[in-house]
Antibody, heavy 119, light 107 residues
Framework: EVQLVESGGGLEQPGRSLRLSCTGS????????VTWVRQTPGKGLEWVGF??????????EFAASVKDRFTISRDDSKSTAYLQMNSLKTEDTAIYHC??????????WGQGTLVTVSS | DIQMTQSPSSLSASVGDRVTITCRAS??????LGWYQQKPGKAPKRLIY???NLQSGVPSRFSGSGSGTEFTLTINSLQPEDFATYYC?????????FGQGTKVDIK
């Protein structure tokens, strides 16, 4: 069974940093791209960023709202992708989901981890 | 950026009803669109990929159609477990963008 589990969320102050992890199981992690999406409590979904599988260059894409503050990396030996969030803002408060994507967009998703940015 | 306009934002329906949700893209996205169902406190679940292909394990009462800029998700014979929020997502070009969501509740 394909599973994705996010971790690393919590309460952090504006301007600080936080790193989220996304660990996959039930599939060969390195064969897939990974997407991060966030959801403000009670509101809709916002795409955050994307990392390609190493066979496709391992490169990343980001939403304008997080570009230059967030980075994504992956360690396929650990079946894990990371979302490094720097210079956090209150508007980054959300539930962050990761998903695996083949050639047809995001498929399976994790339950998410809550990030709260507040002083 | 490609804007995805989803309608309606909410609807009330009864078990057994046929429900139609529409997404309109601000520019052509071929068939690079998925439909997702989300229940409170749960992860989104993909129902349809590439506009019209049913995800494995998803009941056949769900169907998708469209290409280019107009897309439709249809639920035939709505079941109690289908009351949820539905989103479309375009992955044709970055940034990927979601529709605003359609909440389907019980009439």
């Amino acid at each position: 069974e394909v599973q994705l589990v996010e971790s690393g969320g919590g309460l952090e102050q504006p301007g600080r940093s936080l790193r989220l992890s996304c660990t996959g199981s039930g599939f060969t992690f390195g064969d897939f791209d990974v997407t991060w999406v966030r959801q403000t409590p009670g509101k809709g979904l916002e795409w955050v960023g994307f990392i390609r599988r190493k066979a496709h260059g391992g490169t990343t894409e980001f939403a304008a709202s997080v570009k230059d503050r967030f980075t994504i990396s992956r360690d396929d030996s650990k079946s894990t992708a990371y979302l490094q969030m720097n210079s956090l803002k209150t508007e980054d408060t959300a539930i962050y989901h990761c998903s695996r994507a083949g050639g047809y967009g995001p498929a399976e998703w994790g339950q998410g981890t809550l990030v709260t940015v507040s002083s | 950026d490609i804007q995805m306009t989803q309608s309606p934002s909410s609807l009330s329906a009864s078990v057994g009803d046929r429900v139609t949700i529409t997404c309109r893209a601000s520019q052509g996205i071929r068939n690079d669109l998925g439909w997702y169902q989300q229940k409170p406190g749960k992860a989104p679940k993909r129902l349809i990929y590439t506009a019209s292909n049913l995800q494995s394990g998803v009941p056949s009462r769900f169907s998708g159609s469209g290409s280019g800029t107009e897309f439709t998700l249809t639920i035939n014979s709505l079941q109690p477990e289908d009351f949820a929020t539905y989103y479309c997502l375009q992955h044709n070009s970055y940034p990927w963008t979601f529709g605003q969501g359609t909440k389907v509740d019980i009439k």
